[in-house]
């Protein structure tokens, strides 16, 4: 097969969707891939690496049996991909309609990574959870680097420092990863999710629980519910009684397909010390507190809220090693044997797959 990888072009973006290791693997099992010029300079993999995993360098990448990408196309990128193309990416499926219905008219194949359906099996493609670990270390990062005291313990001559005391709302991968991150800092820590089970994976990262005394139910595929308006009003009162406690909150809390659920409302922003930092990771989808302004870091009363939108591009080494592997797993699903076999009765290949050629009548 072919495989394009364009530059990414959306604003702010640094990742790239293959990486040298990736292309390397794929051209020994027999593809050919073209990388865009420049492609995986944003995220330090210069155009000779590729060259020398044995990719072309060249500007013909969205004519390729498959594209890949981070973000979705723009309309003019989409509109140089050919019918019965196949398009890898997060294509936003639950929120681009547009952008949906222009790849299916132009009868494009297109894969959305955050639809592959998280069982087991395919546990290695699964970009949501590789894309939200860099996404929840990078938030911790910020959180130490924005708040003027120091996150360890410390004694030193001049005395004894207190470690920060930080509490991580939603404790998904995002949040199991901020809550890791911040206790290797030294920081003392505490979980909270709506999900009970949770509890013993924030126990066992050396984390303490936080009761609110509020419950959410837990679908089958191990997402959380929404809350009821009563239940949600009285998570927000329990954390404006409990946020003046805390030097940082990290907030990642998000349900499927849904804004994200308010947690914090202004008024316990305003209940905390001067000098906290709040950590929105909800920012894409609107924000868990209620002064988030996605895209901002702002200052409230003295209190630091960062809305930084997709810390994965901050990251943008890393997290496109780790894209790309989810990328490389899904490309072996889809072509075991180096060429497409579709097969639209397995659960994996009809759950991604959200644009699709349609059949011509006979
Ligand atoms: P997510 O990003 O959708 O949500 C983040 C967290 O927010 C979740 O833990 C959720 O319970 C929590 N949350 C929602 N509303 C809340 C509220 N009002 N207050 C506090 N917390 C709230 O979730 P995610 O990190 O993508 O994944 C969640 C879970 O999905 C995982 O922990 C796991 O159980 C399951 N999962 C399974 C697989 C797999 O089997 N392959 C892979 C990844 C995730």
């Not at 995220?43 to 990719?55: K, L, P, Q, R, V």
């Not at 990062?141 to 360890?152: E, G």
């Not at 911040?182 to 629980?209: H, M, N, T, W, Y």
């Not at 809220?305 to 496109?320: D, K």
Request: hydrophobic letters at 45%; charged letters at 20%; aromatic letters at 4%.
């Amino acid at each position: 097969m072919r495989i394009g990888v364009p530059r990414e072009t959306a604003e702010g973006e640094r990742r790239v969707a293959l990486v040298p290791e990736v292309a390397a693997k794929l051209v020994e099992a027999g593809h050919e891939i073209v990388v865009e010029g420049g492609a995986g300079s944003a995220a330090s993999f210069a155009d000779a690496a590729f060259a020398e995993a044995g990719a072309t360098v060249g500007e013909s990448v969205w004519d390729a049996d498959v594209v890949v990408k981070v973000q979705k196309p723009s309309a003019v990128e989409a509109a140089r991909l050919h019918s019965g193309a196949v398009l890898i990416g997060f294509l936003q499926p639950l929120t681009d309609t547009e952008g949906i219905e222009r790849l299916t008219e132009q009868g494009v194949v297109g894969f959305a990574m955050e639809s592959i359906p998280r069982i087991t099996r395919a546990q290695s493609m699964d970009a949501l959870s590789s894309q939200a670990t860099v996404g929840g270390y990078k938030a911790a990062l910020i959180a130490a680097d924005r708040l003027p005291r120091f996150m360890p313990m410390l004694t030193t001559a001049a005395g004894t420092v207190q470690p920060a005391k930080i509490l991580v709302i939603g404790a998904g991968v995002a949040g199991l990863q901020a809550i890791a991150t911040a206790r290797r800092l030294g920081a003392v820590v505490f979980g909270f999710d709506v999900r009970e089970a949770v509890r013993e994976q924030i126990e066992s990262l050396g984390a303490k629980f936080l009761d609110l005394g509020v419950k959410g139910e837990e679908t089958a595929g191990g997402y959380a519910t929404e809350l009821t308006p009563e239940q949600q009003a009285q998570q927000q009162a329990e954390l404006e009684k409990r946020l003046p406690e805390f030097d940082v909150v990290i907030t990642t809390a998000a349900i499927p397909g849904r804004p994200a659920p308010k947690l914090i409302p202004a008024s316990a922003v305003e209940a905390m010390r001067p000098g906290s930092v709040i950590v929105d990771l909800a920012a894409e989808t609107g924000g868990n507190c209620e002064l988030t302004e996605p895209g901002e870091d702002i200052d409230h009363g003295g209190v630091t809220i960062v809305g930084r939108l997709n810390l994965p591009s901050e990251m943008a080494y890393h997290a496109s090693q780790l894209y790309a592997r989810n990328v490389q797993a899904l490309l072996n699903h889809l072509a075991p044997e180096g060429e497409l076999v579709l097969d639209f009765d397995d659960e994996i290949t009809s759950g991604a797959c959200v644009t699709r050629k349609e059949a011509k009548p006979e």
